[in-house]
């Protein structure tokens, strides 16, 4: 397991989103991300009515341009730098690199945080979902409680830890 932030990070490169997210590629060249993506947004929209949302591990920003292309304002967080700097150009702005368990800023009508936690050590999510929790009354969150074979799932936990 990583001994640093800094360590943690350099794991999610090119080849991590090339590979690493299954057997389809995670990158702009495949629709099913932006629409996997568009139709959550769309539901959360509906549902939720936020005005302004964090993506808290946001990767390629792919939930965040959902979110303003429907007309809500949105920013994400990622640890990885190769993932901010492959956000689309308009959301650049809306995207930086940064860990939520210390880098949250702000309060936000809706978090979400999907597929992340268990891609940090057990302290810093700990760290992330108190830092969640104390940014906005409601969370969108989930965690894969199987996938153990993958060698950047460092805290695969049952779904009845997270609660």
């Known amino acids: 397991m990583p001994k640093s932030i800094e360590e943690l990070a ?3 490169d090119a080849q991590y989103y ?3 997210c299954g057997p389809v590629p995670y990158d702009r060249a495949q629709p099913q991300w932006r629409e996997f993506f568009g139709q959550i947004a769309s539901h959360l929209i509906k549902a939720l009515r936020p005005k302004r949302v964090l993506d808290a591990g946001c990767a390629l920003g792919f939930l965040v341009e959902a979110f303003w292309d429907r007309g809500v304002e949105a920013w994400g967080i990622d640890i990885s730098s190769y993932a901010i700097k492959n956000t689309r150009r308009d959301m650049r702005p809306y995207c930086r690199v940064g860990s939520i368990s210390k880098d949250i800023e702000g309060f936000y009508d809706l978090i979400t945080c999907i597929e992340v936690l268990e891609h940090m050590p057990p302290d810093d999510a700990e760290m992330a979902v108190e830092l ?3 940014s906005t009354d409601a969370v969108l969150f989930s965690s894969s409680p199987y996938d ?3 060698p950047t799932h460092f805290n695969v936990r049952p779904l009845v830890y997270w609660i």
Do not use: V
């Open 148 to 150: 153990l074979d993958e």
């Open 10 to 12: 350099k794991l999610y």
């Open 132 to 134: 969640i929790c104390k």
């Open 18 to 20: 090339k590979t690493g």
